[in-house]
């Protein structure tokens, strides 16, 4: 079973994050203390601590950042990477957070595209 770990990695997440509601409500923004972002590329808003911990066990946040997709080919490629990858099915609620916050941020228009990075070009 080559993805014991990863299912190992991501239940650990999800026992994190029920475990510490109150932490997340009281979080400061790292930008606010003058510390580099915590969540990498992706974009400080809410919502992107659920995608941040149910979307990085396999790959890079950067290969979400580049991305630009309607709400329903989100929805698509997630659960391609449920049925093909072995990724976890987020709950109900995590899955609702996870398309809001890709919709907002990472549509087609690419709001947040990485234009300043340019490892992710040469990639
Ligand atoms: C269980 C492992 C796993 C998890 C968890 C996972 N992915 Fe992936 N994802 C993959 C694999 C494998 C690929 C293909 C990588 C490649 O082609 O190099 C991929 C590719 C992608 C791509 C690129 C698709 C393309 O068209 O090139 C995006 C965007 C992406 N994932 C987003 C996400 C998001 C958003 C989440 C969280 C909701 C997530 N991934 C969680 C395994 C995973």
Aim: hydrophobic share 40%.
């Amino acid at each position: 079973m080559n993805h014991t770990p990863l299912r190992v990695a991501l239940s650990l997440s999800a026992a994190i994050l029920l475990a510490s509601p109150a932490l997340a409500d009281t979080h400061v923004p790292p930008s606010a203390l003058g510390e580099p972002p915590e969540f990498g590329l992706l974009k400080n808003a809410p919502g992107v601590e659920t995608v941040f911990y149910s979307c990085t066990a396999c790959h890079s946040e950067r290969i979400i950042a580049q991305q630009g997709l309607t709400r329903d080919e989100w929805s698509e490629l997630i659960d391609w990477m449920v049925e093909e990858q072995g990724m976890t099915m987020p709950d109900e609620v995590e899955m609702v957070e996870i398309l809001d916050y890709l919709e907002a941020h990472y549509n087609v228009d690419r709001p947040n595209f990485p234009h300043h990075f340019p490892v992710i070009a040469g990639n």
